[in-house]
């Protein structure tokens, strides 16, 4: 009987081979653990976890008390040293955490902020909700669809202007609701927020990405690039810890953002007091 750490393990794809399985199904290709057969060679390149990653990894895994609860950022941790969750990836994960890559996999296609494709140096995301759309989310997104397409062809959903993980490549996404209604419509790079924007800024900023500057956020931490961010998202943060944290804790609303407790400071207002003793429903028991 096989269990699932006897799962025959496929190994790393060539990198070309694996973007370009990225088609319209990428989700399911791009990291199915079914393999042609021959893919197993001896001639496997190094693996991309070195020595360090696997000691973050175990460090992870003991911060939980069931060491699978640590799967989320040790997902990121694979996208910082990789740049997207590749199949090589999901056995780390898998092994790691003594789960199957069937498990890991479905993580990893459920949750949109892993990539299953190679990402650019900086993912670009579009917020395309009810409310930035009725801004001009959407126009923001064709527009810039159409600036970093090649050939008269606009760039598609999660697609890479230049060469993934090249400096000045980005990753272009449409998002939906990046919890900043208040400032929109907005964008994020690598989720750095730059509110308040039309197509006009948003061609200016990606410019400058392209360029290898890093125009300031509207607010919260500098803009790095989104493998470092990876690093962090995973519980890793620069050695500096005093800089970066207050860059991070940093003033991070804006006026909008209060306006309505203002109005409410401004005229008075306050919601009515608790009662001390609210009775609790029944709770049927079955
Ligand atoms: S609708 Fe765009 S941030 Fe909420």
Known sequence: MTTPSETPRPGPRPAKQT?????????????????????LT????????????????????ARYPQSRSALLPMLHLVQSVEGYVSQEGVAFCADQLGLSEAEVSAVVTFYTMYKRRPCGEHLVSVCTNTLCAALGGDAIYQRLQEHLGSDGKPLGHEEVAGTPGEPGSIMLEHAECLAACDLGPVLQ?????YDNQTPEKAVELVDALRRGEKPAPSRGAPLSDFKSVERQLAG????????????????????????????????????????DDVPLPEVEHK
């Open 236 to 275: 890793f943060f620069p050695e500096d810890t005093d800089a970066f944290r207050a860059d991070v804790d940093g003033p991070s609303q804006a006026v909008e953002t209060l306006r309505g407790a203002q109005l409410a400071a401004d005229r008075g207002w306050t919601a009515p007091a608790l009662p």
């Open 42 to 61: 001896d001639d496997r390149p190094a693996s991309p976890f070195d020595d360090d990653i696997v000691a973050k990894a175990r460090e992870l895994a």
């Open 189 to 193: 790079v690598n989720y750095e927020y």
């Open 19 to 39: 973007f370009a399985a990225a088609g319209e199904d990428v989700d399911v290709m791009a990291i199915s653990p079914v393999q042609e057969e021959g893919m």
